[in-house]
């Protein structure tokens, strides 16, 4: 499903194409880190490290993966 209209797609890949490969890899970087920062804001205060990391892994790449790298502490 899209929203985006065909010509304004158009217009957004070119811009994209515009870029340089450095500036693709920063503005991607830049997104992450966003992303990043917002599912940080989401999570209860008082998680300890291990904790934090392991929920933000489940938030960016599912609970079976996050369960793998990061198994639940009992």
Known sequence: ??????????????????????????????MFDAARALVESSLPPGLSEYERKRRITERFYGREFADRVFPPTR
């Open 1 to 30: 499903m899209s929203d985006t209209t065909p010509e304004f797609q158009q217009f957004v890949d070119a811009q994209y194409r515009r870029l340089t490969p450095g500036d693709r890899v920063r503005l991607c970087t830049e």
